[in-house]
């Protein structure tokens, strides 16, 4: 038998890491239904998988999936502090080539990015194209080998469409993050949520009357405002965009920019996917006490070489509660070190989110096992994939639909009815 090849925290830890992954499994009953269908077929045999991807409980259901499925699976963190370092111990045991621990450093990070390309994989799996600019920049004669891969979130997919429009990209991805089953639950449900859980983690502060600012009013952004909202906060929400800005006003929020909001927020949560949208000339225009947190894919959002600049001091209060004292003598408190707080401070998205999100995954990954000469572009999850893992989750959920009768079909597919 194969050895397996790992560097984890603690490999001790897996025992309380395999509990935590049986809980996770509960929850995923899609997810576990493909597993039972690639244990019989074994769609993988010979394959191997290589995934960069947050190293969350359910993570290990998606890896223990392909690997029942035939595959060979090294993997690595898409992330520096978003590993659970119980789950990456329970999957070195599983047999998991895994490379992940929380609070990596960058050339950590790399070095075990550069170690799941080692294993040579067949079929890459990122969440933010950290794996796939790797191997297209430093690890080009991995290209060789490499049949096709899947993105899992929307910056990821933005960095993959940049490559495919500069000519760069030298195999098919899958943007698995616009699936409908995806985007419309994960970022929106399952960020809203977590990111909310990430705060209250960090701070345990009460969220009722705060002044709530949610930059970005996409699905990640319209998720935390919904869930915040409900508990009690007022809700300001920033946008660059048009569309959205008065998709959230007509939502009952209020819109308005980021240098307005500044002085007015208690709480700043970025989603935006985009660079500096927090600066130096906001931070000084906020009041003590301001929280600052971020859950767009990279720590980008919030500047926090401005916030460092501006500061006089900082201390650690707890995990992940960074406070700086400005030279104006206001406090600002920076959660996670301004990387994904629903991952970094918290577990990530519910088991039940990821549950689609990661039906999709297999699926697709199962899709690109079995396509040949498909060319390197970013495509769409086929839309059969889709429906599919709708049509398991309803039925898990046990919830029915119509379907259509033979005169409704005809009916929505003519073109000559009309008025009556
Ligand atoms: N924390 C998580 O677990 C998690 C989950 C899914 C996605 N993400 C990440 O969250 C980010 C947002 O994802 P999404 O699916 O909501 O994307 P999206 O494209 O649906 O929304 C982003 C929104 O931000 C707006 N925006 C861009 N620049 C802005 C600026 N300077 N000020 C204000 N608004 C601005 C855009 O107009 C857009 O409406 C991405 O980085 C994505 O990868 C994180």
């Not at 500069?166 to 616009?178: E, F, R, S, T």
């Amino acid at each position: 038998m194969k050895m397996t090849d790992f560097k984890v925290k603690d490999p001790h830890l897996a025992s309380q890491g395999k509990l935590l992954v049986e809980w996770a499994s509960i929850h995923m009953p899609v997810l576990n239904q493909i597993k039972h269908q690639f244990e019989k077929e074994k769609p993988f045999k010979g394959f191997t998988i290589g995934a960069c991807i947050h190293v969350t409980k359910e993570t290990a259901v998606l890896m223990n999936t392909f690997a029942a499925g035939g595959a060979n699976v090294a993997l690595c963190g898409c992330n520096p502090l978003s590993t659970q370092d119980e789950v990456a111990a329970a999957l070195a045991k599983q047999g998991i080539n895994v490379y992940a621990w929380r609070n990596e450093t960058t050339d950590e990070y790399y070095w075990c990015i550069n170690k799941v390309i080692d294993h040579k994989p067949i079929i890459t799996i990122d969440d933010g194209a950290d794996l796939v600019s790797t191997v297209h920049v430093k690890r080009k004669e991995a290209l060789e080998r490499i049949k096709g891969g899947t993105e899992e979130t929307t910056t990821g997919v933005v960095r993959l469409r940049a490559m495919e429009k500069a000519g760069a990209l030298k195999y098919p991805i899958i943007a698995v993050n616009d699936a409908y089953t995806k985007y419309l639950f994960d970022n929106r449900y399952g960020t809203g949520q977590s990111t909310v859980d990430g705060i209250i983690r960090a701070t345990n502060l009460l969220i009722a009357g705060k002044n709530f600012v949610v930059c970005g009013y996409g699905w990640c952004g319209r998720g935390i405002a919904l869930r915040v909202r409900g508990m009690g906060a007022s809700v300001i929400v920033t946008e660059v965009d048009p569309v959205k800005a008065l998709e959230a006003v007509m939502d009952g929020f209020r819109v308005t920019t980021i240098d307005k909001a500044s002085s007015i927020g208690d709480v700043f949560v970025t989603t935006t996917g985009d660079i500096n949208v927090i600066r130096k000339e906001h931070m000084l225009k906020m009041k003590d006490n301001v929280i600052l947190a971020n859950s767009g894919h990279f720590n980008v959002e919030i500047s926090i070489p401005d916030l460092e600049s501006i500061a006089s001091s900082k201390r650690k209060i707890r995990p992940n509660l960074e406070e700086y004292t400005l030279q104006n003598r206001r406090r600002l408190y920076l959660l996670a070190e301004g990387r994904l707080v629903n991952l970094a401070a918290a577990e990530g998205h519910p088991s039940e989110v990821m549950d689609m999100s990661f039906a999709n995954q297999a699926l697709c990954v199962k899709y690109l096992a079995q396509k040949s000469k498909m060319k390197p572009k970013v495509y769409k999850v086929p839309m059969e994939i889709d429906n599919l893992v709708a049509r398991l989750k309803l039925k898990a959920m046990d919830v029915e639909i119509d379907t259509l009768t033979e005169e409704q079909r005809k009916y929505i597919a003519t073109w000559e009815a009309g008025t009556v």
